[in-house]
């Protein structure tokens, strides 16, 4: 899920960017430093929208580097455990099927996909029903539910389920060509 | 050796995780919800399915796919008039989101996505629900239960003529669209 939510950064700045676009300095190092950055807690940092405020300076011992407490807004994307979104199909192998949602990768083991469909392989490899009705593949859009999320230092990776009332392919390419 | 009184030994993030986890239990005091708040702080089972979130994001602005994309298209806009080529400015976060809200945002106008908005605020959602129903726009009151349990089991139970008219009244906007 998208949020818009406030965050705080301490950031440094040279004393050459002291003077008349000192903010403007700041908010574009701000910019280049948290967008696109990911952590545990709030997520994938996708765009700043606002500064709130920008605190009092303060000046640090031996370099002259000036500290600055930022405030500002930003849209992140966070996925939660038992959240359910629509994700595009990217990969599609005998273990399962990969998809994206955003930003971060959902991992679709074949133990969580029905019973009733089949892994085929082929140049384009696919799951399908016994009566071929329904076909998940490369760029297919799937609704699945989140069931475990992993953190690391810079990304957050997802399992994900299709074995549940609601869930499941919305769209497959092959249909709509 | 002088001593600055300044941000030297407080870790951004450490000040920061303690400060929220202050806040919250501030707020949850009142509402009952102390004990699920203490346990979100640490590492306790997250589960969308039920509003376990954690209390900055069940207290942060949620935002709808269709809204994300309204927002980062006017970000890229905005990239584009400064900068010939904006995607080399950009962070892949930012571009796989774009292309993500773009793939997947049921209404294309803003005085949709804010109609959409209106309607569902109607029925005292979570801001999570609310986004979760505005991005899935579940079609029968089982589904949308389903993509939503927690409508159900929060004490404030939607009655299921309720679920119905927003579902209705949300499809109606996609009609007119």
């Given amino acids: 899920m998208f949020f818009h939510i406030v965050l705080e950064r301490n950031m440094q700045l040279h004393p050459r960017h002291f003077g008349r676009d000192l903010r403007e300095k700041l908010v574009s190092k701000l910019m280049k430093d948290v967008e696109g950055t990911c952590s545990g807690r709030h997520g994938f940092v996708v765009a700043i929208t606002g500064i709130e405020n920008v605190g009092k300076g303060l000046i640090r011992d031996g370099t002259g580097f000036v500290t600055f407490p930022v405030k500002y807004q930003c849209v992140v994307f966070r996925p939660f455990k038992g959240e359910i979104l629509e994700a595009v199909v990217t990969m599609v192998n005998k ?64 399992i994900g389920t299709i074995k549940d009332d609601f869930l499941g392919v919305i769209s497959d390419p092959g249909a709509a060509s | 050796m002088i001593q600055w ?78 900068a010939d080529d904006p995607m080399n400015q950009v962070s892949q976060v930012f571009e796989k989101s774009l292309q993500y809200v773009k793939r997947f945002s049921r209404y294309k106008n803003p005085d949709s996505v804010r109609q959409a908005r209106e309607i569902l605020s109607r029925y005292q959602l979570a801001e999570f629900e609310l986004c979760v129903l505005g991005n899935l ?18 004490g404030r139970a939607l009655e299921d003529e309720a679920i119905e008219k927003m579902l209705n009244d949300l499809s109606l906007i996609k009609k007119f669209e």
């Fill in chain 1, 95 to 158: 273990m399962g099927f990969f998809a994206e949602a955003g930003p971060v990768q959902i991992f679709v083991s074949n133990h969580l996909i029905p019973d009733d469909m089949e892994f085929q392989s082929g140049d384009m490899p696919n799951y399908t029903t016994s009566d071929g009705s329904v076909k998940i593949q490369k760029e297919s859009e799937v609704r699945l539910k989140i069931i475990g999320t992993r953190v690391d230092a810079t990304e957050i990776f997802c």
């Fill in chain 2, 137 to 154: 726009c579940p079609e029968t009151v089982e589904e949308a239960i389903a993509m939503v349990p927690s409508i159900k089991s929060r």
């Fill in chain 2, 5 to 82: 009184p300044g941000p030297l030994g407080l870790g951004p993030d450490g000040k920061r995780s303690s400060q929220h986890a202050m806040d919250s239990l501030a707020f949850s005091n009142t509402d009952g919800l102390f004990l699920r708040t203490l346990s979100m702080s640490g590492e306790e089972e997250e589960n969308a399915a039920e509003l376990k979130i954690g209390d900055d994001f069940l207290k942060a602005k949620c935002l709808m796919n269709c809204e994300v994309s309204l927002i980062l298209e006017h970000k890229y806009e905005q990239l584009q008039q400064m």
